[in-house]
Structure formats: structure tokens, C-alpha cells
């Protein structure tokens, strides 16, 4: 494969190359612990504080030492809820919403099965958030909400600021899953009014395993991991130096860049959606056009399969992903789409389309070029398109 | 990314036998776009018994389309009596292989080819043991006899392997318990080595009713309420469903056409094959 056009970012990211180089000295010759008494070790925790001071720099954080570093955005967002039950040990209500990630949504499944009352508040047609469902449904008994910031397929923006505020008012801990609004817009921990915030470093040009858990000075939560003193205790074991560094660099850089994601990001990205939708009458725009995280496009094509349309655009070096059941093995398509009242039919047809700073306008024309006869040649192996040409009506079935 | 081998890559960029015959001798339909993936099979057979061409349309993932392309290459040149001996398990060996979630799309296969050699001897489909018996898991809409037909030709013993051979069990899971029972049975039947074929027995009024009320609400009204069309269920009288639509559908032109294409032809898949659907103004 000689050309590669990498259009799945919200599932991960290239190493930005400052990134890398940041890390290196960590992965050869400073190896020190921080924890050490010896300067060998202990200088590399001047490394890990000065990292830490950037993340909390990139989402607004008044204090450094709200920045809590875990291992991935799964772990972050499972010690938010996990963390805040272990101290409201009395309340037993938690809300969140239908289309968040597994690592919030089948956590509230197992704590239903233990016992809990979740609340899953619906989204509409665009992925938005049902506001009334949601002030409806908080009570006395709640202990925590999650609600993600952006979400990973569609991309669509949940109205943060104005849950925030609400809870705030109510004294209830909110946690926020900004992994896919990180680097794409800005985050300002404290517009939002939340008090509990999960960040991953490979969704934004950091390594991998590594995670923060934003915690607001003040807010009660227990450690879920026993076991030493690291990161105040809130988050025992060995901190991963190169990391931390790493995600430290990623998150000063996505700062520089955020501006960017705004103008040229998402410029390539309507220029690639719009010229998606005029080219093909049996494709639809998935999620609220105007209300979302400008790097992301999700497509529904009618009567053709998403798996095999990804399989093709691989054999061009295009990647990309999608919410078909086929692509995950699930057999039922992605539970976001389902969420949001997509017809099966076009659900199993979606694509999603995810940009990053390193795309070029040169990319984008290249997919436009490919996708024609990918489309075409899967329409003509599909038995649905082959009876509409015959009876000359469109039907969905 | 799932672990294909080279022939069903191959089978899925270059598909052998794509298309229609418009004078087909049987044509044969299995799966929906509902379920994620449906074949259609055409077959052409001379007055010598022997399959001259075989031609399909697949809406499906990469194994989906490579399936349906080997099954047109096993059976063009053979006998009927041949093909009919061809399984789901030949499609799978001329493959090289499948990944485990990926066996239903063999057994797609396998359908569509006894469904259309059925067509073919004019045999009604009301007898096809595959589309008829009850529905146990409604998410696929997968029926008792075909869960049991794959138990006895690949020897499966679990409910994961159901699942990846014919979906039964993979939407909502809250029939997993019944295909526990259908296995314990099938294993039972087989130690005692007994081939008696399991009971037929008609729907029940009931039984048919609150089938014809699950299909409308779980999968026909979703459908057309994406053209912002609604349906309403009036009645069921033995075989004949009484249903009114309303929205965009009741002025619709092409409503009696929606209507038998897309009402009666999801009652017939999901509730029993002599479903006859009248509208009621």
C-alpha cells in the first residue's frame, strides 16, 4: 500500500514527533523514579510536576495538583464514578446518558445489576441531549452524573456548561469524558462547572496508556487502586515517567493547535462531508450538523454495508471506521446510532469519518476521488439498489 | 480488523458471479437489511438437472460477499442432486476458513441454495424448514428448526456458537435460555440416535397475534416512520391482518405496493409464510 490517509482519529492518533522526542531521554537514560531520594530519581519528578502543570494549563485547571494521572481514559472515567460512589456511600442514583462510551456505559450497567438506579437520558434524532429528561431525573439519591463532552461517533457536543452550572446550584459531583472534545475544542474546566474530568493522551498526539482524571480542589472521591502514595495517594503505583511526559508535551501542543481544529480542520472536514453527500443520494449526514467537534463526520449510506465499504477504502489506504454491526462483531449496530433513532437500514451503512491537524486539503480529494467507485461497485453487488433500479421506487426494505 | 484469509479478501475485492439473471429458473431471497445482511440467489438449470449459472446480489460485510461469491462457484456445473448436498461447512472449507463471528455468512449461503432448489422442484415454501417454525430469537428473527439444522450439520454444542452461526442470541440475548433448551434437546435426540423430526405445529390465534404485534412495532414501524410514514395494526383474522397507515404513507401512491413489498413480506419472514396483509381505510 503506498499511500495511507489515516481518517480515524477519534479512535487514536499519530505521536506527534515533538511528542516522541520529548519522551525519549525517559525511555533510555533518565529512568530514575520520582519517588527516589537520590537525585537520579528524584529530578525525573521535576519532569513529571511540569507536566502536570501543562495539562492543567490545556483544560484551565486553577491548581496543578487536580491533575491526576492514571493509565488510560477507560481507567480515568471508571475512577470518576467509582471514586465518587465510594464516598456518597448512602446515595445510590447515578445519571448519564444513552450514547457514552463503554467505559462509562457498561460500568452503569454492572452497577445497575449491583443495585443502582442509573439513569440513561435519550438523545434525539441529532444526538442532543434531552435537557428536560435530564433536570427531570435528578434527585436527592444522586451521587454522580457523566456526561460525555463530545461524542466518538457522531462527534456532537453535549451542552456541558449548562448541566455544570445546573448541578452546581444542587451540590452534585459531574463528571465530564472529554477524551474526543480534547484537542479539538477548547476546554476551560471551569466554564464547564464540572468537578470530575477524564482526558486520554493517544487521542490527541500523546502515547498510549496514559489517562488524567481532572479532580476539582475540594471534590470527595476515594482512590479505587490501594496501594502507595503516588499521586497523592489518589492513584497508587509507579507513575509511567515517559507517559506522563508525553501526555505533557500532547496537551501543550494541542493547545497551540486548538485554533486550528476550528478554521482548517474543519474546513477539510465539510469539504469532504459535502462533497460525500452531493455526490450520493443514498447518503445522510449522521448527528446535529452545526453542534459538533470539527474533525468528525459520521455518514449513513442507504443499502450498501459498512464493513465492506471499509474493506474496499482500506484496499485504496484509506482508514476509516464504522458503527456497522459487521466491523465490530457486536451483530447489532452501534448503540449511538440506535440511540439517536437511525433506521437500521442506513445504521449498518455508516462510516465514520475522523480528521486530525496532519490531514491536507490533498487527502481529502483523494478520498473523494476513491470513495465514487467503492459506493458504485458495492451498490451494484446489493440486491436492495438493484431492485430499486428495476421498479424504479425507493424502498427500504 | 478481523483475521480473513487471502481467498476471502480476494472473494470480497474481486467477487466471481455478481448480478441477476433476468430469466432465472429460481430465485431465492434469505437474510434482510434489518439483520445487517441479505443474498439473493439466481439460478439457471437446464433439462439435464445441472446448474448452468448462478449469479447473486449481497448487501454485507466482506465475509458476507466472499460467501455468496463461493457459493455460486461450487454449484455452477452440477447436478441439483449435487448442490443439494452442499453445506454451509463447504462454503466455509472452499474459504479457507472463517473467523468465528463470521459463520452466519455461510450459513446465509447455505439458506439461500436450499431455498432456491426448493423454489425450483415447486415445492411451497410453506414446507421450507427454514423459514417456517417458531421465531425464538426475534432480534434475527432466526426460527427453531433453523437453530436445530445447524446444530446437527456443524456439530455445535454452545450458545456462542449458535450465535456466530446464525446470530440467534446476539441482538438482545433474552432468548439465550430457549436455545439452551434447543441444544440440551438436540444433544439428548442425538445420544438416544434417534432422527425423528421435530414437531410442526401451527401458530396458536394468540401465539400469531402477538407476533404480528412485535414484528409492526420492533421492525416494521421503525422502517417507515424513516419516511415519516405510521402504521397502525386494526385487526388479525386467522391469516389476514388488518392494518391502517397513516402519515406520509396513507397518501402515498405507492402505499399497496409498501404495503405488500414491505408489510407482508416482514410478517411472512417473522410470523408465519401464508400472512396475507389488507388494508383497512
Redesign the interface.
Known amino acids: 500500500m503506498d499511500r495511507l490517509v489515516y481518517l480515524d482519529n477519534n479512535a487514536t492518533t499519530m505521536v506527534a514527533p515533538e511528542v516522541v522526542e520529548e519522551m525519549m531521554p525517559f525511555l533510555t537514560t533518565r529512568y530514575g523514579n520520582p519517588s527516589s531520594i537520590h537525585s537520579f530519581g528524584g529530578e525525573v519528578g521535576i519532569d513529571v510536576e511540569k507536566a502536570r502543570h501543562r495539562v492543567a494549563e490545556f483544560i484551565g485547571a486553577d491548581n496543578d495538583y487536580e491533575i491526576v494521572f492514571t493509565g488510560t481514559g477507560t481507567e480515568s472515567d471508571n475512577m470518576a464514578l467509582l471514586g465518587s460512589l465510594a464516598y456518597y456511600r448512602d446515595k445510590r442514583h447515578i445519571i448519564t446518558s444513552r450514547v457514552e462510551h463503554p467505559a462509562i456505559l457498561s460500568l452503569c450497567k454492572k452497577l445497575e445489576r449491583d443495585g443502582y438506579r442509573i439513569t440513561y437520558v435519550p438523545v434525539d434524532r441529532e444526538g442532543i441531549l434531552d435537557m428536560d429528561y435530564f433536570m427531570d431525573a435528578v434527585d436527592d439519591d444522586t451521587a454522580v452524573v457523566s456526561i460525555m463532552y463530545a461524542n466518538n461517533e457522531t462527534g456532537v457536543i453535549n451542552p456541558v456548561s449548562e448541566i455544570g452550572a445546573f448541578l452546581r446550584d444542587r451540590g452534585i459531583p459531574f463528571h465530564v469524558d472529554a477524551v474526543q472534545a480534547a484537542g479539538k475544542i477548547p476546554i476551560d474546566v471551569n466554564s464547564i462547572h464540572c468537578d470530575l474530568l477524564t482526558l486520554s493522551g493517544h487521542k490527541f498526539h500523546g502515547p498510549k496508556g496514559i489517562g488524567v482524571l481532572y479532580v476539582r480542589r475540594g471534590t470527595r472521591i476515594r482512590p479505587v487502586l490501594i496501594g502507595g502514595h503516588q499521586e497523592r495517594g489518589r492513584r497508587p503505583g509507579t507513575e509511567n515517567v515517559p507517559g506522563i511526559v508525553g501526555i505533557g508535551r500532547a496537551a501543550e501542543l494541542a493547545g497551540t493547535h486548538v485554533d486550528y481544529y476550528g478554521t482548517g480542520v474543519k474546513k477539510m472536514r465539510d469539504m469532504l462531508e459535502k462533497g460525500i453527500l452531493e455526490k450520493f443520494s443514498n447518503a445522510h449526514l449522521n448527528g446535529s450538523p452545526g453542534n459538533r467537534v470539527p474533525n468528525t463526520t459520521n455518514i449513513g449510506f442507504d443499502?450498501?454495508?459498512?464493513?465492506?465499504i471499509l474493506?474496499?477504502l482500506n484496499?485504496k489506504g484509506i482508514a476509516a471506521s464504522s458503527g456497522?454491526?459487521?466491523?465490530s462483531?457486536?451483530?447489532?449496530?452501534s448503540h449511538v446510532l440506535r440511540a439517536m433513532?437511525v433506521?437500521?437500514?442506513s445504521a449498518?451503512g455508516s462510516i465514520r469519518f475522523s480528521l486530525s491537524r496532519f490531514i491536507t486539503e490533498d487527502d481529502i480529494s483523494y478520498v473523494l476521488s476513491v470513495l465514487p467507485g467503492v459506493v458504485e461497485r458495492l451498490l451494484?453487488?446489493?440486491?436492495?439498489w438493484?431492485n430499486i433500479n428495476r421498479t424504479g421506487?425507493p424502498?427500504?426494505? | 480488523m478481523w483475521n480473513y484469509t487471502n481467498k476471502v479478501k480476494d472473494l470480497y475485492i474481486h467477487p466471481k458471479n455478481v448480478g441477476s439473471i433476468p430469466d432465472a429458473d429460481a430465485v431465492a431471497e434469505v437474510g434482510s437489511i434489518v439483520c445487517g445482511d441479505a443474498l439473493k440467489l439466481y439460478l439457471k438449470i437446464d433439462e439435464n438437472r445441472i446448474i448452468t449459472d448462478a449469479k447473486f446480489e449481497t448487501f454485507g460485510c466482506g465475509s458476507a460477499i466472499a460467501s455468496s461469491s463461493a457459493l455460486t462457484e461450487l454449484i455452477i456445473g452440477k447436478t441439483v442432486e449435487e448442490a443439494e448436498k452442499i453445506t454451509n461447512q463447504d462454503i466455509v472449507s472452499y474459504l479457507g476458513g472463517l473467523p468465528d463471528e463470521k459463520m452466519h455468512c455461510s450459513v446465509m449461503g447455505g439458506e439461500a441454495l436450499t431455498k432456491a432448489l426448493k423454489i425450483w422442484r415447486g415445492e411451497t415454501i410453506e414446507d421450507e424448514e427454514d423459514t417456517e417454525g417458531e421465531v425464538i430469537c426475534h432480534c434475527f428473527g432466526v426460527t427453531d428448526p433453523l437453530i436445530r439444522k445447524v446444530i446437527r450439520e456443524n456439530g455445535l454444542s454452545t450458545v456462542e456458537e449458535i450465535t456466530n452461526y446464525t446470530k440467534a442470541g446476539g441482538g438482545c440475548g433474552s432468548c439465550i435460555p430457549r436455545i439452551e433448551d434447543i441444544i440440551a434437546d438436540e444433544l439428548k435426540k442425538d445420544s438416544m440416535s434417534a432422527d425423528a423430526e421435530p414437531d410442526k405445529k401451527p401458530l396458536t390465534n394468540i401465539k400469531r397475534m402477538q407476533l404480528v404485534q412485535e414484528t409492526i412495532s420492533t421492525v416494521i414501524q421503525p422502517e417507515l416512520q424513516k419516511d415519516g410514514g405510521q402504521i397502525e395494526l386494526i385487526d388479525v383474522e386467522g391469516n389476514k391482518v388488518f392494518v391502517a397507515l397513516r402519515g406520509s404513507c396513507a397518501n402515498c401512491m405507492l402505499s399497496d405496493v409498501t404495503l405488500k413489498n414491505l408489510v407482508e413480506d416482514r410478517l411472512r419472514e417473522f410470523v408465519e409464510d401464508d400472512i396475507e396483509v389488507i388494508e383497512a381505510k
Open positions: 443499502y450498501i454495508e459498512g464493513e465492506s474493506l474496499y484496499e456497522s454491526a459487521c466491523s462483531g457486536s451483530l447489532e449496530p433513532g433506521p437500521f437500514t449498518h451494484e453487488l446489493s440486491p436492495y438493484d421506487k424502498v427500504n426494505i
